[in-house]
């Protein structure tokens, strides 16, 4: 954590904070690294942290596989909109 502090120029206590926030939730915060922008932040955050590594793959890989099933689902629709007549 020091590092964090020296390159960073965050607080101590700003850091441990953010690990107590974040502590027991690595799953549901991770999952939320689909986000435009900001989720790229989350996952740098995540590292940073030393969260649970597995807990935070299967978080993210839960959020993203979400968003993709959802992308699927529209562009299916789509499709079959667009050649049913």
Not at 1 to 21: A, G, V
Not at 26 to 47: H, M, N, Q, T, Y
Request: glycine share 8%; hydrophobic share 50%; charged share 20%.
């Amino acid at each position: 954590m020091e590092w964090i502090n020296k390159y960073l120029r965050i607080s101590p206590e700003k850091i441990l904070k953010t690990k107590k926030f974040v502590k027991g939730k690595e799953l549901w915060v991770s999952s939320l690294c689909w986000l435009p922008f900001i989720g790229d932040v989350i996952a740098v955050v995540l590292g940073l942290l030393r969260t649970n590594f597995i807990k935070t793959s299967i978080g993210m890989l839960i959020g993203k596989g979400l968003r993709y099933m959802v992308w699927a689902i529209i562009t299916f629709e789509i499709k079959a909109i667009i050649f049913s007549s």
